[in-house]
């Protein structure tokens, strides 16, 4: 693994289930954050952690949880998905908290709900 | 309120020069990025501003005037590569990235 791995790469799910998008970073790096991008908007925040244990909210949390059980992993669930969630998902990573440094992204995670 | 503003898409010319504007209001800024993504690929990283001043990189550079919230990508000796979507950002002072929507540049022979 080298830089940010997400999984899947692309799935289409049914309206009602649940899902886990997947990132893994072997950077060692402190801040990791999903986004989401959708055409015509910009990326915008899901949820983000500064740090290992901890997570916080970001412009667009609604539908979605996180967890930060270590450095390397910080997977996004939908709980109940929608056809509003319809969208690209990237996971990105920082060695800078508070978005002062470069962010690296995984090649992100193409999700269908229908 | 804060918002970040800039074109939707443009055209250039290979081997031509093109600059890339980019516009924010905001009450308080902790610095501004450009990133470079291609179709179907993940956002990378071009540069970073804090201050004032023009920043160069190869064929790419990057300008900020905090006193103006604008900012612009300048592309030298444009290549067909170079055909991809450009996306600003701040940050803002909470610490989070606003981004723009990204402007598509086409680079037409």
């Known amino acids: 693994i080298a830089g940010i791995t997400q999984a899947p790469t692309s799935q289409i799910l049914a309206a009602g289930r649940r899902m886990t998008l997947r990132c893994t970073q072997d950077?060692?790096?402190?801040?990791m954050y999903w986004y989401r991008q959708d055409l015509g908007l910009g990326l915008r925040l899901i949820h983000y952690?500064?740090?290992?244990?901890?997570?916080g909210k970001g412009e667009v949390p609604d539908g979605y949880s996180v967890s930060r059980a270590n450095t390397d992993d910080f997977p996004l669930t939908l709980a109940s998905a929608v056809p509003s969630q319809t969208s690209v998902y990237f996971c990105a990573s920082s060695d800078s908290p508070g978005a002062t440094g470069e962010l690296f992204f995984g090649e992100g995670s193409r999700l269908t709900v229908l | 309120g804060q918002n970040i503003d800039q074109p939707t898409e443009m055209t250039a010319t290979e081997g031509a020069i093109v600059q890339i504007n980019c516009t924010y209001q905001t009450s308080g800024f902790n610095g501004l990025f450009w990133y470079q993504q291609h179709a179907g690929e993940a956002p990378t990283f071009l540069s970073y501003?804090?201050l004032d001043g023009l920043e160069e990189k190869g064929r790419f550079s990057s300008f900020l005037s905090r006193s103006k919230g604008y900012s612009y990508l300048l592309l030298k000796e444009l290549q067909m590569k170079d055909s991809a979507s450009y996306l600003c950002a701040f940050t803002d002072s909470n610490y989070q990235l606003i981004w723009g929507a990204g402007t598509k540049l086409i680079i037409k022979p």
């Open positions: 501003n804090v």
């Open positions: 952690s500064n740090t290992a244990g901890t997570t």
């Open positions: 950077m060692r790096h402190n801040a």
